[in-house]
């Protein structure tokens, strides 16, 4: 066998099957673009679902790739598999060649036997084939994939098995595209059997770890009806699926994914800072496993923009990251360390997935932020845990409440996964579907939860069926209603459909909400983050009984194929078959599109002023403002604020052009196109290029050849912008905080928007200079000069008030009460304070060294003080003021208080009699 390099291997497969006519395709994004149901991709098959369901295709008919993969939550979670066995990761990569109606399972079988037996030179002896046989009893046994695998050359005739539906045969959902699956598996020999010498189903799907299952190929090749019936796809298709560790760690001769070449740099890494050898590392090696595992995932999952968080995809990125910490603490290991190890992994992978180097900072940083944040909490944490679990230990239970979990994330940061990981480290352990619920109850009531929220569609199926009802009257073509909200903003039409309340009709009524279908739409549908067009429909006939008109405030597409347009009639009475005209309210859109190419302005000024960190994490792009988030860990200060709002006003004041055009999207990636994570993009992408400058160039020339002009920013993006960046007008940032962490947030005004914020701006400024009774210019000095002179009257108010106060006070020395020997003075002072009544309780201890007693009070506060000779005759402060009602303490020569404003001369009347009370 050679001796090959993990990326050796994984080229080898890209190779290979491009000689046999395949294109290589980039993974997608571990965040499914444009498919809510997924939190992560973990397969290969995610990227091409729309074309096995047939809502669209690609240029090629065959393809290969290596995709990134995330098994960490729903359907697929190997994540209790991970550190404790060394062939399942949470974040792996699946090698996958396509077949899109194009060749079968006598060329996908074929190939896989060639490349593993003759390019790689795995023993053919040791090759096992599982294929289809239906325990239903519904679904023909899959022979003709048995009887290929028999007829390849040195392939052993009795290591073809076959197994039932659990094993061997897929479908994408409960109906639909589906098919049976063969899977090869490698026997590794006896000596990896775990489990040699017990009682157990040592084969393949067996018990132990002496078989590997390395490859899937699937053969998509029926639709399955909710009637349970099964008829053949006109178009057959091939997805497969190999484990790119398992095959590197087959061909590299070790026994464990985490021995291959992938994982070296990162072991390394951390033997470095445990100061283990080899060998004590492989003696307790799941930690090990575990924090590499993590790393490598989190370092993935950051690249691709999800940021550590408290919900949905964040949540995982949190998780994964604070249990590769924790799992650190085993092995000795104190400060944050994760970045350490996500470099390897960035050295590692960083050719392959440019990404990881692209965002390394970003990586890097979160890492070490999150395990700082983890750290401060996790002891109170876990001390906090362990009492729960005695305690349920002690009332003889097994299992802690989930919703007390949710109580130590909420509180500690402990995540489910980790609290687990406590638990069952002493046998003992939680309620997952409590502690869900809990997260539920927590996101709902704190207004979030809707990242993952409805996903809509549920009512697909009904305008699916009406799609086909207007492909039989030929009223549509098969890709459905044209969409082009990049040109005209007025499109002539005949109504094709009307739905109310969920059904057909044939015509609606004054103030009906409708959903109107047309054949071809100028109005933009929200994506992108750029919002919905508003206009009009508005029939032909403008007057007369057939005149009518609808307003359109949003449109979707409903199903593959059908966009609808949603409004309220306000005029007439719409009907189908009515021929009309659609239009976009273009002073809307207008302020719209200019919001959209000041965001390409804004990002590439973010990226200029904060670094190429600085990535884009979502957007607003609404009539009246913008808003942006970007992934920046800091609060960025007024200074760099102000010269992103400057960058942006100069980029608009250059007056560049802004070009669209549409490319393949290999070609614009090439090219160097900005592409935003989770976003879908076909293969023919849109982009919009501004120009450094276009004084050479008309317009024409342009459109022809821009790639020779410098690019100022250059984006994949479907949405519509203006021509020229003049046309924005100006750029104002209105506020800049944080979104999550880790994450900021822009929130600008545009063209009109800004005319809007100046004018108010200005107009506030007019009323203010018109009060002061000065020019605009002047307000400043002027409000500096009213501030000083405010603190001068402060000054002198509180003199005076001292001065009245003492007043009053000389005054009521006067009235000084005598009780034995002792003089007592119990007085209100009006609108004085603290410090003042302090002032006088000193004056009163100079007049009265000896025997006296006084109570002094302004509003609710009371200060009562007593000279030392009568603290030593039982006599204290703090006593005095509570027998007359009061409540505080103090010294017990002085004391300091509250009392109840409406008792204040009732209270003040029994100090006499309280004194003589304590008076030994
Ligand atoms: P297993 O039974 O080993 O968990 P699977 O049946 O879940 O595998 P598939 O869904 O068929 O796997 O995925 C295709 C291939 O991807 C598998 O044959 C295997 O080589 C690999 N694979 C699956 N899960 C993981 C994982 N968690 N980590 C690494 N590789 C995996
Ligand atoms: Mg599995």
């Not at 190999?242 to 061909?251: H, K, N």
């Not at 604070?322 to 390897?344: H, N, Y």
């Given at each position: 066998?050679?001796?090959?390099?993990?990326?050796?291997?994984?080229?080898?497969?890209?190779?290979?099957?491009?000689?046999?006519?395949?294109?290589?395709?980039?993974?997608?994004?571990?965040?499914?673009?444009?498919?809510?149901?997924?939190?992560?991709?973990?397969?290969?098959?995610?990227?091409?679902?729309?074309?096995?369901?047939?809502?669209?295709?690609?240029?090629?008919?065959?393809?290969?790739?290596?995709?990134?993969?995330?098994?960490?939550?729903?359907?697929?979670?190997?994540?209790?598999?991970?550190?404790?066995?060394?062939?399942?990761?949470?974040?792996?990569?699946?090698?996958?060649?396509?077949?899109?109606?194009?060749?079968?399972?006598?060329?996908?079988?074929?190939?896989?036997?060639?490349?593993?037996?003759?390019?790689?030179?795995?023993?053919?002896?040791?090759?096992?084939?599982?294929?289809?046989?239906?325990?239903?009893?519904?679904?023909?046994?899959?022979?003709?994939?048995?009887?290929?695998?028999?007829?390849?050359?040195?392939?052993?005739?009795?290591?073809?098995?076959?197994?039932?539906?659990?094993?061997?045969?897929?479908?994408?959902?409960?109906?639909?595209?589906?098919?049976?699956?063969?899977?090869?598996?490698?026997?590794?020999?006896?000596?990896?059997?775990?489990?040699?010498?017990?009682?157990?189903?040592?084969?393949?799907?067996?018990?132990?770890?002496?078989?590997l299952e390395l490859w899937n190929n699937v053969f998509i090749q029926y639709n399955l009806f909710e009637d349970g019936r099964l008829e053949p796809l006109p178009a057959k298709h091939v997805d497969t699926?190999?484990?790119?560790?398992?095959?590197?760690?087959?061909?590299q001769g070790v026994d464990s994914n985490y021995k291959t070449d992938l994982f070296t740099g990162s072991l390394d890494v951390l033997r470095s800072l445990t100061g283990h050898t080899e060998k004590e590392m492989l003696a307790n090696f799941t930690p090990y496993r575990v924090i590499c595992d993590h790393a490598r995932s989190a370092a993935f999952l950051i690249a691709d923009g999800v940021v550590p968080g408290n919900g949905g995809r964040n949540y995982v990125t949190r998780m994964?990251?604070?249990?590769?910490?924790?799992?650190?603490?085993?092995?000795?290991?104190?400060?944050?360390?994760?970045?350490?190890?996500?470099?390897?992994?960035?050295?590692e992978y960083g050719d392959f997935y440019p990404e990881l180097e692209k965002n390394k900072v970003t990586i890097l940083d979160n890492l070490t932020r999150e395990e700082v944040r983890f750290a401060r909490t996790v002891e109170a944490g876990t001390a906090h845990l362990e009492n729960l679990l005695s305690e349920i230990r002690a009332a003889n239970q097994t299992t802690l409440d989930g919703h007390k979990a949710f109580d130590l994330y909420s509180t500690y940061g402990l995540p489910f996964e980790i609290s687990r990981d406590i638990a069952r480290e002493l046998g003992l352990d939680i309620d997952e579907k409590g502690f869900s619920e809990a997260k539920e109850e927590h996101s709902k009531a704190s207004g979030g939860g809707k990242a993952m929220g409805k996903l809509g569609g549920e009512d697909s199926e009904f305008f699916a069926n009406i799609f086909k009802d207007l492909l039989a009257k030929n009223k549509l073509g098969k890709d459905g209603i044209e969409y082009d909200p990049y040109n005209s903003p007025?499109?002539?039409?005949?109504?094709?459909?009307?739905?109310?309340?969920?059904?057909?009709?044939?015509?609606?009524?004054?103030?009906?909400?409708?959903?109107?279908?047309?054949?071809?739409?100028?109005?933009?549908?929200?994506?992108?983050?750029?919002?919905?067009?508003?206009?009009?429909?508005?029939?032909?006939?403008?007057?007369?009984?057939?005149?009518?008109?609808?307003e359109v405030t949003s449109t979707r597409r409903a199903a593959a194929g059908i966009i609808t347009h949603i409004g309220q009639v306000i005029s007439g009475q719409p009907k189908v078959g009515d021929k009309v005209t659609a239009e976009v309210d273009t002073a809307r859109r207008h302020n719209i599109m200019r919001n959209h190419t000041a965001t390409h302005l804004l990002h590439k000024a973010l990226h200029a002023i904060l670094g190429d960190h600085a990535r884009q994490a979502g957007s607003l792009v609404a009539p009246t403002h913008l808003r942006f988030d970007f992934t920046q860990p800091d609060a960025m200060t007024p200074e760099q604020i102000e010269r992103v709002e400057k960058m942006v006003n100069e980029a608009i004041a250059a007056d560049m052009p802004v070009v669209k055009q549409t490319k393949s999207q290999d070609e614009a990636k090439k090219e160097g196109a900005m592409a935003l994570f989770g976003e879908k993009y076909g293969e023919i992408v849109r982009t919009i290029s501004i120009l450094e400058s276009d004084s050479l160039l008309s317009d024409k020339t342009q459109e022809q050849a821009p790639a020779v002009q410098s690019k100022y920013s250059y984006e994949l993006c479907g949405g519509t912008h203006i021509d020229r960046t003049s046309d924005i007008g100006a750029f104002l940032i209105v506020s800049e905080g944080s979104a999550a962490a880790g994450i900021r947030r822009i929130e600008a005004v545009t063209g009109r928007g800004a005319y809007e914020l100046i004018n108010k701006r200005f107009k506030t400024l007019k009323q203010t200079a018109g009060a002061l009774k000065s020019a605009v210019e002047e307000v400043p000095v002027k409000v500096d000069a009213l501030q000083d002179e405010v603190s001068e009257l402060k000054k002198e108010l509180a003199n005076l008030r001292a001065q009245s106060a003492l007043t009053t006070f000389n005054l009521q020395l006067a009235n000084l009460q005598i009780v034995k020997d002792v003089s007592v003075l119990a007085v209100e002072?009006?609108?004085?304070?603290?410090?003042?009544?302090?002032?006088?309780?000193?004056?009163?201890?100079?007049?009265?060294?000896?025997?006296?007693?006084?109570?002094?009070?302004?509003?609710?506060?009371?200060?009562?003080?007593?000279?030392?000779?009568?603290?030593?005759?039982?006599?204290?402060?703090?006593?005095?003021?509570?027998?007359?009602?009061?409540?505080?303490g103090g010294r017990p020569n002085l004391a300091q208080g509250s009392l109840h404003e409406n008792n204040v001369s009732d209270a003040l009347g029994k100090v006499a009699k309280a004194v003589e009370e304590k008076l030994k």
């Open positions: 066998m050679k001796k090959l390099t993990g990326n050796q291997i994984r080229q080898d497969f890209i190779d290979f099957f491009v000689e046999h006519g395949h294109t290589a395709v980039p993974s997608m994004s571990l965040v499914p673009g444009g498919d809510a149901t997924l939190l992560f991709t973990n397969s290969g098959m995610v990227q091409f679902k729309d074309v096995f369901v047939g809502t669209d295709s690609r240029p090629y008919k065959r393809a290969v790739d290596s995709q990134k993969c995330m098994r960490v939550a729903g359907k697929h979670n190997d994540l209790e598999d991970v550190g404790r066995d060394d062939t399942h990761h949470t974040f792996f990569e699946m090698l996958g060649n396509w077949s899109f109606g194009d060749y079968y399972k006598k060329e996908a079988i074929g190939w896989s036997w060639q490349l593993l037996t003759e390019v790689w030179g795995l023993p053919k002896d040791k090759l096992y084939a599982t294929c289809f046989q239906d325990d239903k009893g519904n679904v023909p046994q899959d022979d003709e994939a048995a009887d290929i695998w028999k007829a390849q050359p040195g392939f052993d005739p009795s290591h073809v098995l076959f197994y039932g539906r659990k094993e061997n045969f897929w479908q994408m959902a409960e109906f639909g595209p589906c098919g049976p699956c063969s899977e090869i598996h490698l026997d590794l020999g006896e000596e990896r059997d775990n489990l040699r010498g017990t009682d157990h189903v040592c084969g393949v799907n067996g018990e132990c770890t002496r078989f699926g190999m484990g790119f560790e398992r095959i590197v760690s087959v061909l994964i990251i604070r249990r590769g910490a924790r799992f650190g603490t085993k092995i000795g290991l104190k400060e944050p360390f994760l970045a350490k190890v996500a470099e390897a992994v960035i050295a007025k499109v002539d039409g005949e109504v094709l459909a009307i739905i109310v309340n969920g059904e057909s009709v044939s015509s609606a009524s004054l103030d009906d909400v409708v959903e109107v279908i047309l054949p071809k739409t100028g109005f933009y549908i929200e994506s992108g983050g750029q919002m919905n067009d508003e206009g009009y429909i508005r029939s032909l006939a403008l007057s007369g009984a057939e005149a009518w008109e609808i002072i009006p609108d004085s304070n603290v410090d003042t009544l302090r002032m006088l309780a000193d004056k009163f201890r100079e007049k009265y060294p000896k025997a006296g007693v006084a109570v002094l009070v302004t509003g609710s506060t009371i200060i009562a003080v007593v000279t030392e000779d009568l603290v030593k005759r039982g006599v204290k402060a703090g006593d005095i003021i509570q027998s007359i009602g009061g409540k505080g």
